[in-house]
């Protein structure tokens, strides 16, 4: 079971490489803050399967649970920020 | 119970690998943002159900749990204020006649 908790991992990491290459090469900014955000969501479930892998859910929750918090927070300044300021169509790269 | 979670994570698994081909294919913001804010929601409950369904009931499943209905509430709300940031700024929407 611990092997197919590896796998499913890998498998979501993969992922996260590919929505990496939107964060780096998006060409607006809003496209890099959806990218980020993406990557968070699925970080919540590689901690949680990272806990299951080593027998040790317990520690490994109370990481998601915060770094679930933070990417929410994160998502929701950024984009009242760059609301406000209008830059939202500025290319930088 | 863990014939469940295996269903339950390999579900969870397909729908996030296919929100970040969605995030990495569709040529325009909103539609990039249609593919990875549904799928990504529905991908992450799966694989957090999945998990609590395999450690059974107790304290620890039951903080998955939380955690699952967490993201269920706050995702849509990010997506939902990042799509409007852009809108508000008249970002422009992709039509095929200029691409």
Same mark, same amino acid.
């Given at each position: 079971?611990? !092997?197919?908790?590896?796998?499913?991992?890998?498998?979501? @990491?993969?992922?996260?490489? @590919?929505? @990496?290459?939107?964060?780096?090469?998006?060409?607006?900014?809003? !496209?890099?803050?959806?990218?980020?955000? /993406?990557?968070?969501?699925?970080?919540?479930?590689?901690?949680?399967?990272? =806990?299951?892998?080593?027998?040790?859910?317990?520690?490994?929750? !109370?990481?998601?649970? /915060?770094?679930?918090?933070?990417?929410?927070?994160?998502?929701?300044?950024?984009?009242?920020?760059?609301?406000?300021? =209008?830059?939202?169509?500025?290319?930088?790269? | 119970?863990?014939?469940?979670?295996?269903? #339950?994570?390999?579900?969870?698994?397909?729908?996030?690998?296919?929100?970040?081909?969605? $995030?990495?294919? #569709?040529?325009?913001?909103? +539609?990039?943002?249609?593919?990875?804010?549904?799928?990504? +929601?529905?991908?992450?409950?799966?694989?957090?159900?999945? $998990? %609590?369904?395999?450690?059974?009931?107790?304290?620890?499943?039951?903080?998955? $749990? #939380?955690?699952? $209905?967490?993201?269920?509430?706050?995702?849509?709300? %990010? +997506?939902?204020?990042?799509?409007?940031?852009?809108?508000? *700024?008249?970002?422009?929407?992709? +039509?095929? &006649? &200029? *691409?």
């Amino acid at each position: 079971m611990q !092997d197919f908790f590896l796998g499913a991992s890998l498998v979501i @990491l993969f992922s996260v490489l @590919l929505c @990496l290459y939107r964060v780096v090469k998006g060409p607006v900014i809003m !496209d890099r803050i959806i990218g980020v955000n /993406v990557i968070g969501t699925k970080t919540i479930a590689v901690v949680v399967l990272t =806990g299951y892998i080593f027998d040790r859910v317990e520690f490994f929750i !109370d990481i998601a649970f /915060v770094y679930a918090l933070i990417n929410f927070l994160g998502a929701l300044t950024l984009s009242k920020y760059f609301e406000r300021k =209008g830059v939202v169509r500025r290319t930088t790269g | 119970m863990t014939a469940l979670a295996v269903v #339950f994570v390999c579900a969870g698994v397909f729908f996030l690998l296919m929100g970040a081909i969605g $995030l990495l294919r #569709f040529p325009d913001f909103y +539609t990039r943002m249609h593919a990875a804010g549904k799928s990504d +929601t529905l991908g992450s409950l799966l694989v957090l159900t999945g $998990l %609590a369904s395999y450690g059974g009931l107790d304290l620890p499943s039951v903080k998955i $749990l #939380f955690i699952a $209905l967490f993201i269920f509430v706050t995702s849509p709300t %990010a +997506t939902h204020a990042m799509a409007r940031a852009a809108f508000k *700024n008249k970002m422009p929407l992709w +039509t095929k &006649e &200029e *691409n």
